[in-house]
């Protein structure tokens, strides 16, 4: 039976003078180092702290390298903003 670990990844979005802001979307995807990529949505999944901060419990399942990359858009901006993160035994 694996071990599961719950690794929360945080995002914030600003916009071009750092004002905080909710994008129109809201998704992410991640993957260990040795799997497919995992996609999720603000609308099932992702959960809203506050104006502009989302979070996400990613269950790891292996340890080693995990990626994380968050995408949020607004008809005006695009952002991706990528991350990494090791889980050890």
């Known amino acids: ?38 996609s999720k949505s603000y609308s099932g999944d992702i959960t809203r702290s506050s104006l502009g901060v989302y979070t996400y419990e990613i269950p790891c399942t292996v340890t080693g390298n995990w990626f994380v990359e968050w995408y949020g858009a607004t008809p005006d901006l695009e952002k991706v ?3 990494s993160f090791s889980v050890n035994n």
């Open 1 to 38: 039976m694996s071990n599961i670990a719950l690794a929360t990844t945080t995002v914030t979005f600003t916009n071009s003078v750092n004002d905080l802001i909710d994008p129109t979307t809201v998704s992410l995807k991640y993957r260990s180092q040795d799997s497919y990529w995992v």
């Open 81 to 83: 903003i990528k991350t």
